[in-house]
């Protein structure tokens, strides 16, 4: 078993909360970069089933972004008017042949073309941290990573980077000719 997927290799990812019931599933995305510490991958049209069995497909290419040392994971949404990107507070990412897996830690970082953003769900951060214990050291490694992410942005650094979206959609765009 390696640490990692190979590039090229169509796989699942699996998001949990900190109780480790499943949250979230995306189908398939393809893996575009993989080593034992960054997964880059990328899906556009990809089923979604969350942990209530309802499903959804997402609605344009997305780049996906993972690290085994970040306490979170970044996807840059390409729509008509730019890059959206999303990111999840999270546990680092394990792999384990079934899927890219990681725990979802509620917090999240909404970043808008012109590169401002929002921090979303706190409310749901304070009530699941408190219904499933999250443990003190846990409450603040994602609290400084929301410093970092947000340090992350302003210096356009990993995947805010102005060409890191697009180099990655092009070789996307490469396995699907």
């Known amino acids: 078993m390696s640490g990692y997927p190979a590039e090229g290799e169509i796989i699942q990812i699996h998001s ?8 979230r599933v995306w189908e398939e ?8 510490t960054c997964i880059i991958g990328a899906n556009d049209k990809t ?3 969350e942990a209530d069995g309802r499903t959804w497909v997402t609605r344009e290419p997305a780049i996906c ?4 040392k970040h306490w979170f994971n970044i ?18 990412f394990v792999w384990d042949e079934e899927a890219l897996k990681y725990i979802d830690y ?7 073309p012109d590169m401002t953003y929002i921090l979303l769900d706190e409310d749901e951060y304070e009530r699941h941290r408190k219904e499933m214990n999250y443990p003190d050291v846990i409450d603040r490694i994602l ?4 410093k970092k992410l947000i340090s992350w942005i302003h210096e356009r650094k990993g995947p805010f980077a102005p060409d890191f ?8 765009r490469s396995y699907r000719k």
């Open 65 to 68: 972004f993972f690290h085994a």
């Open 75 to 92: 996807i840059g949404m390409i729509r008509g008017e730019g890059i959206y990107y999303y990111c999840n507070l999270s546990s680092p």
């Open 29 to 36: 995305s393809i893996v575009l970069k993989g080593t034992s």
């Open 47 to 49: 089923m979604v089933t």
């Open 106 to 112: 509620d917090l999240d970082i909404k970043v808008f």
């Open 16 to 23: 949990y909360k900190h109780n480790g019931l499943i949250h």
């Open 165 to 172: 979206i697009d180099t990655w959609y092009e070789k996307f």
């Open 143 to 146: 609290k400084n990573n929301v």
